[in-house]
């Protein structure tokens, strides 16, 4: 069974940074893509950042291209999230997810194990 645990999250105040983290445990970390996506209150969960296996090819949502850089570390199983210059748009609860495939896409059905999410709050 796979498990996704994130971490990371907080409150801060605009132009800051966060680093999420997302803790894998399980089989198959290292063959599948990873993703995060975020989701306001009232607001549809939407992608953020995707990474493929090999972490050789990313995307990103156009809202947050260069500011957020994914990245990860197959050793340790773990997928991250580096957040500079944060908006308050970008207050949400941010999921990690397993991809079913090698490369990463901005569908959420092409995921299958999410996590439980971690809070993160931009303040003006």
């Known amino acids: 069974q796979v498990q996704l645990v994130e971490s990371g999250g907080g409150s801060v105040q605009a132009g800051g940074s966060l680093r999420l983290s997302c803790a894998a445990s399980?089989?198959?970390?290292?063959?599948?893509?990873m993703g995060w996506f975020r989701q306001a209150p009232g607001k549809e969960r939407e992608f953020v950042a995707g990474?493929?296996?090999?972490?050789?090819?990313?995307r990103y949502a156009d809202s947050v291209t260069g500011r957020f850089s994914i990245s990860r570390d197959n050793a340790k199983k773990t997928v991250y999230l580096q957040m500079n210059n944060l908006k308050p748009d970008d207050t949400a609860v941010y999921y990690c997810?397993?991809?079913?495939?090698?490369?990463?896409?901005?569908?959420?059905?092409?995921?299958?194990?999410w996590g439980q999410g971690t809070q993160v709050t931009v303040s003006s």
């Open positions: 997810a397993r991809g079913r495939y090698v490369g990463p896409t901005a569908r959420g059905h092409d995921y299958d194990y």
């Open positions: 399980g089989p198959t970390f290292s063959s599948n893509a």
């Open positions: 990474i493929n296996w090999s972490g050789s090819s990313t």
